[in-house]
Nanobody, 125 residues
Framework: VQLQASGGGLVQAGGSLRLSCVAS????????IGWFRQAPGKEREFVAA????????YYTDSVKGRFTISRDNAKSTLYLQMNSLKPEDTAVYYC???????????????????WGQGTQVTVSS
């Protein structure tokens, strides 16, 4: 099982990045997929999650209206379009997979079965 995240980098405040997460080794379309992030000295926090079909999405309040999560099941790939980036968005971003039905529990890191290695996003002011 692999979740390979990419697309991170250094961007100025107000800029955009698009993260990707390519999955392999499991039936991607049977899993909800989430993005989490962890800043230095802080706990890992939920960013967004998407249901198996993509019809339902959850976001943490701080990214609503700026970030968009999407998935392409044919390509076993998850995306996170991040616009209007702020310095407080700086973190390592992780994708994760959970073989469950999307619910409020999808905001909890402990619910997820598989994790990617993370990609660094740095937003300069």
């Amino acid at each position: 099982v692999q979740l390979q995240a990419s697309g991170g980098g250094l961007v100025q405040a107000g800029g955009s990045l698009r993260l990707s997460c390519v999955a392999s080794g499991f039936n991607f379309e049977q899993y909800i997929i989430g993005w989490f992030r962890q800043a230095p000295g802080k706990e890992r926090e939920f960013v967004a999650a998407i249901s198996r079909t993509g019809g339902t999405t959850y976001y943490t309040d701080s990214v609503k209206g700026r970030f968009t999560i999407s998935r392409d099941n044919a390509k076993s790939t998850l995306y996170l379009q991040m616009n209007s980036l702020k310095p407080e968005d700086t973190a390592v971003y992780y994708c994760a997979a959970d073989r469950a039905i999307i619910s409020s529990s999808s905001r909890k890191a402990g619910e997820y079965d598989y994790w990617g290695q993370g990609t660094q996003v740095t937003v300069s002011s």
